[in-house]
């Protein structure tokens, strides 16, 4: 698997389907991590950063991008790659130093993977 430089902008990253993206990862789940008043989100329009990585709350900003919410992201919503229809990346993050998948088109309910929503990290 070949990981796009922080540098690279989204028109540059190929557009993949969620099966290709299923297999790379051998099966795992993607993660957005989100704070308490999104826990219940299961839909979302797009676009949508997400990674393979599961973190614990206090190293979110050390390795991942994460912009626009003040609040703490102490829940991680799971969603099934299988169940994706239109992802770009994989990129390094422009300000961490994870990985990251953008999901173009958001997600519906039926790729979440917990039925509830997010869960909250321990």
């Given at each position: 698997m070949s990981i796009a430089s922080s540098e690279t902008s989204l028109d540059m990253l190929p557009v993949r389907r969620?099966?290709?993206?299923?297999?790379?990862?051998?099966?795992?789940?993607?993660?957005?991590?989100?704070?308490?008043r999104h826990a219940k989100e299961v839909r979302h329009p797009g676009p949508v950063f997400v990674t393979p990585t599961p973190y614990q709350p206090d190293e979110l900003q050390t390795y991942l991008a994460l912009t626009g919410w003040p609040a703490a992201r102490t829940f991680?919503?799971?969603?099934?790659?299988?169940?994706?229809?239109?992802?770009?990346?994989?990129?390094?993050?422009?300000?961490?130093?994870?990985?990251?998948?953008?999901?173009?088109?958001?997600?519906?309910?039926?790729?979440?993977i917990d039925p509830d929503g997010a869960v909250e990290i321990r």
């Open positions: 969620g099966e290709s993206v299923a297999r790379e990862l051998a099966g795992r789940p993607l993660f957005r991590y989100v704070d308490e991680v919503l799971r969603l099934d790659p299988l169940k994706l229809s239109s992802l770009r990346g994989p990129r390094w993050c422009d300000v961490g130093i994870g990985v990251e998948y953008i999901l173009l088109r958001g997600y519906e309910p039926e790729a979440v």
